[in-house]
């Protein structure tokens, strides 16, 4: 997601001030690629392209996981 309003998140979901905002995510279920723009399916319909979980999670400092 290319970012969220943090205010608006905390108004909607009556999140206290003293809790602080860092990441949503975004839950639901997929619709109809058909119903996108052409530029959009064509994005929505390509390989998916992924980093290997080793690359960002680690479980010692600069030590990747071993998964």
Known sequence: MAG???E???TSLEIP???DLG???ALGYLGDP???PAPMQEMELAPR???PLSDFVFEAWQKPATL
């Open 23 to 25: 990441a949503v995510w």
């Open 4 to 6: 969220f309003d943090k």
């Open 17 to 19: 001030e003293a809790f």
């Open 34 to 36: 058909e119903a996108l």
């Open 8 to 10: 608006k998140a905390r």
């Open 49 to 51: 392209k992924r980093n």
